[in-house]
């Protein structure tokens, strides 16, 4: 009879600790992708600086398409590993990547200012972020991929990631 209520006791800690332990992994998941978003804010209120004419064509990751989700293109890199590190500065392949961030730009009324939906994705816990078919990599494809977003935000979202979704809004740069 003791023994059965050792086993019981031993059993409640194991199952305590497993979820104590998913927690924290997902909440450093959402962590990561929260700090990946303020700083993609960052860099495109950065290039937002350069824009000084009246329309913002021509103009890193804002003069795009607008109203499409897009990988941004630039020498800023779209994916970072499980740390957060930018993921060609380490020269980590692409089935490494473990976030992936998708902009897209809307205009607030004709000319300015322009507002900028940031989301960053991830393979929910228990997914693979591998190559293969995988939802991961058919969103995470410069010029290409689901630039409707319907995969992450539609009626029906792809069972098996998650994201963290910031908006920023910038101006031109008066001369």
């Known amino acids: 009879m003791t023994?059965?209520?050792?086993?019981?006791?031993?059993?409640?800690?194991?199952?305590?600790?497993?979820?104590?332990?998913?927690?924290?992994?997902?909440?450093?998941?959402?962590?990561?992708?929260?700090?990946?978003?303020?700083?993609?804010?960052?860099?495109?209120?950065?290039?937002?600086?350069?824009?000084?004419?009246?329309?913002?064509?021509?103009?890193?990751?804002?003069?795009?398409?607008?109203?499409?989700?897009?990988?941004?293109s630039g020498a800023d890199p779209y994916g970072v590993d499980w740390y957060g590190r930018p993921a060609p500065t380490l020269a980590i392949p692409a089935s490494n990547l473990r976030y992936c961030t998708l902009l897209r730009v809307r205009e607030i009324n004709a000319t300015e200012p322009i507002r900028v939906d940031i989301v960053t994705f991830w393979a929910a816990m228990g997914q693979s972020t591998a190559s293969?078919?995988?939802?991961?990599?058919?969103?995470?494809?410069?010029?290409?991929?689901?630039?409707?977003?319907?995969?992450?935000?539609?009626?029906?979202p792809t069972t098996g990631l998650r994201h963290v979704r910031s908006s920023i809004v910038v101006r031109r740069t008066r001369p």
Not at 41 to 46: Q, T
Not at 134 to 156: I, Y
Request: proline share 2%.
């Open 132 to 156: 293969g078919g995988s939802s991961f990599q058919t969103l995470c494809v410069p010029n290409g991929g689901d630039a409707s977003g319907t995969a992450l935000f539609g009626a029906t």
């Open 3 to 72: 023994l059965a209520i050792m086993l019981v006791a031993v059993m409640g800690i194991v199952s305590l600790q497993r979820a104590a332990i998913r927690s924290n992994l997902d909440s450093r998941a959402t962590s990561t992708a929260s700090a990946n978003n303020a700083r993609w804010a960052s860099i495109v209120r950065r290039a937002a600086l350069t824009w000084t004419t009246g329309t913002s064509a021509g103009v890193a990751y804002i003069g795009g398409d607008r109203n499409v989700w897009a990988v941004p």
